[in-house]
């Protein structure tokens, strides 16, 4: 298959994925992703034509420098030392140790092989790692730890598989000058990044100080910087651009803070490509491990030399020792800081160390690594067992993601699935929760609220706002805003609310619908015995009210029609309406006839509601007021609408009226964020999350004014 409808079909698989995730959250969408490879490649024998020579480039550099613009603050970088020491000598020690156990285990596995697979195994998925050490509420230190070193040991990691991969090519190693070229390309490598990073920044401060500060420019500019600096740090100064590209990310981002005010939509354009990009390229790597998976498992087995359980077991073996050597390591490195510190209550114990192994979930990098394995050596013949290299890395990425999604419902109260790079692309991935004057918030302290919670509580601010400025004049509008917010609010309360409290709202709300019908239904047989309304008018509202009530009784039933029925109604109602209205000529009086019905069953259906509310026989207090309103709300829009059809020339009136609200609107919005952020309820990175979301309301209504001026 051509490359470019490859990707396609990768790129396909990839949203197909999450798709499924959605509703199999329990399931990481990295397993999903390999799973549905597999599929793909097992049921038509599809291949990727891979080109070992630009995976790194094309997988590599933007997945690090990423991680690098995402380089935790506050207290990681407090730890910056043991976490650089442990992503460095923790790799030493995985590739030594590891390789050399991998080599034990697996005797026909050359030794250099062996160490490269050890190697390339050593990095962990930084946001795995984080999302299995919050919820089993490690120590504080440890996680801080284990979070940042997750980090940086892509780096280190990849060094060492490359040394390794070379030593196997060439069939030559030495190792006086493997610490030299070592300290050669990490220094060369490190000031790389420094330097072209730097100069990249000053071009772009200039360019903008020459007036060319265009969004989409400087947002290519920034996407194709770390592809630019691994280019130039590989082929030209022959030092590691994967250094290069988080050297580079880390500095971006700790410069990145100075320029945010003054470009704010550059930042929010290029946070969302970023997040598109990651997102794609995790995804495809994944889906290729699938694909990948019965190439290598057939070249295993023609091979000869090992049969699918062997190969299985080698996977797990493999697991285990990567698992023995982290939790040891985080062991012995607790250990170490409580006899250091005398500080014995910080001791985690064994059960926290093995936590800490068992968070060590292989992911994208690791995949990438492997699959860049060139084919050949410098002789000429087949690199030894690259098949079953690339087996054995698989199976320890499968192996360790299912092993964490296993793990996490036994450690941690939270419902919350495993997050991985595929799943998790928030900017504060990365971030510590802080209140209001940016220290730590004990769990136990404040009652915090959901994002959900957050913008539902934020929006009745808005619909609040609204109310305050509605008059005679600008009813519609403010009816308009504030049907469009009570949608959002209730689709937010069917995430975070109980169920029982949803299930009694609902009903409820059919309660008070069915009351509504019945007073529209009494309000249009008075219409027709008044003669106000023809017998068309008269049946085609009669249809509408009797349609809204099967849909009701359908609801109350907890019974939902099939999609075949869904449709015949759709085209049914859609042939009767384009009868009803070719009935007459006199289309004018039908419309006339269209708005009054909707005024007076309108009318009719508020009365309905506020004669029964206020019968002796029910009590008003046992109905969700948001129900109430909500419903009111839906039939005075519906009486304002028919007032403005029949009165034309105010729409550019109207229009004005919506703007003019929405600004004073997202003004509560963004003072309720506030308030929240006070008083605790909030941190402040999901009030940052929460201003973003205002910002891109902004946005959207200056965009819609500025093609309303054009």
Do not use: C
């Not at 420098?65 to 000598?89: C, H, K, S």
Request: charged share 20%.
């Amino acid at each position: 298959m051509p490359i470019v409808e490859a990707v396609i079909l990768l790129i396909v698989l990839v949203l197909l994925s999450n798709i499924i995730s959605h509703y199999l959250t329990f399931i990481p969408v990295s397993l999903i992703q390999i799973a549905l490879g597999l599929v793909v490649a097992l049921v038509w024998q599809f291949e990727v034509p891979l080109e070992t020579d630009w995976f790194l480039l094309l997988f590599i550099a933007p997945l690090l420098y990423n991680d690098g613009r995402r380089f935790p603050r506050q207290e990681l970088w407090r730890l910056r030392g043991p976490i650089f020491a442990n992503a460095i000598w923790l790799v030493f020690l995985t590739t030594i140790l590891g390789g050399f156990l991998i080599y034990e285990l697996i005797p026909k596995m050359p030794f250099t092989v062996a160490l490269a697979l050890a190697a390339i195994l050593s990095p962990t998925d930084p946001v795995a790692v984080q999302s299995i050490s919050k919820q089993a509420k490690l120590p504080a230190s440890l996680m801080h730890l284990v979070s940042g070193e997750s980090l940086i040991n892509d780096a280190s990691g990849l060094i060492a598989f490359k040394y390794a991969i070379a030593a196997t090519v060439t069939g030559t190693f030495s190792a006086g000058t493997a610490v030299g070229d070592f300290f050669y390309i990490s220094i060369v490598g490190f000031l790389s990044g420094l330097i072209f990073m730097t100069a990249i920044q000053l071009l772009m401060d200039v360019l903008r100080r020459q007036g060319i500060d265009d969004v989409i420019f400087n947002t290519v500019l920034q996407i194709a910087t770390p592809f630019v600096i691994y280019l130039v740090t590989e082929e030209i100064t022959h030092a590691s651009g994967v250094i290069a590209v988080v050297t580079a990310g880390v500095l971006f981002h700790a410069r990145e803070n100075r320029i945010v005010d003054d470009s704010p939509e550059l930042k929010l354009v290029t946070e969302k490509v970023w997040d598109i990009i990651i997102y794609s390229l995790n995804g495809i790597v994944f889906v290729i491990l699938g694909i990948e998976l019965p190439v290598a498992t057939s070249e295993v087995i023609k091979g000869g030399q090992f049969n699918t359980w062997e190969a299985l077991f080698f996977a797990f073996m493999a697991w285990i020792i990567l698992v023995a050597i982290r939790t040891a390591w985080t062991y012995g490195y607790v250990l170490f800081e409580r006899l250091n510190h005398k500080a014995p209550k910080d001791r985690p114990g064994f059960r926290m160390s093995l936590l800490s192994g068992l968070s060590g979930v292989r992911g994208a990098v690791t995949m990438a690594g492997v699959l860049s394995v060139p084919a050949t050596i410098a002789s000429g013949a087949s690199f030894p067992t690259r098949s079953l290299m690339l087996f054995v890395a698989s199976g320890v990425i499968i192996i360790s993601l299912v092993a964490a999604t296993v793990t996490l419902p036994l450690i941690s109260t939270s419902k919350q699935p495993l997050q991985t790079r595929a799943s998790a692309s928030d900017e504060g991935a990365n971030e510590i929760d802080l209140d209001a004057d940016g220290d730590e918030i004990p769990a136990d302290q404040v009652r915090q609220i959901s994002e959900d919670e957050a913008r539902a509580y934020i929006m009745r601010l808005a619909i609040s706002k609204i109310e305050e400025m509605r008059r005679p004049d600008n009813q519609r509008a403010a009816y308009d805003l504030i049907l469009d917010y009570q949608f959002i609010i209730r689709r937010l309360e069917m995430n975070y609310r109980a169920d029982t409290a949803m299930q009694k709202v609902l009903a409820d709300e059919i309660k008070l619908r069915q009351v509504a019908l019945a007073g529209e239904r009494a309000s249009l047989k008075e219409l027709r015995q008044a003669e106000k309304i023809t017998q068309t008018s008269y049946v085609g509202a009669l249809r509408r009210i009797e349609n809204l009530e099967s849909r009701l009784t359908q609801v109350a039933g907890n019974t939902m029609p099939s999609v075949m029925r869904y449709w015949r109604v759709f085209f049914k109602h859609m042939f009767r309406n384009a009868a009803y209205w070719l009935h007459s000529e006199d289309t004018e009086r039908l419309h006339a006839e269209s708005h009054l019905i909707e005024r007076e069953t309108s009318k009719a259906a508020i009365k309905a509601l506020s004669q029964y509310l206020a019968s002796s026989d029910v009590d008003e207090t046992q109905f969700d007021n948001q129900a109430v309103y909500h419903l009111l709300v839906q039939y005075r829009n519906r009486i304002e609408r028919a007032k403005a059809e029949t009165a034309p020339g105010h729409e550019e009136q109207y229009q004005h009226q919506i703007n003019k609200m929405r600004v004073r609107a997202l003004g509560a919005e963004r003072s309720g964020i506030q308030t929240l952020l006070e008083a605790g309820n909030i941190t402040w990175n999901m009030a940052s999350h929460l201003r973003q979301y205002v910002n891109y309301s902004e946005n959207v209504l200056v965009m819609s004014l500025n093609s309303e001026d054009g």
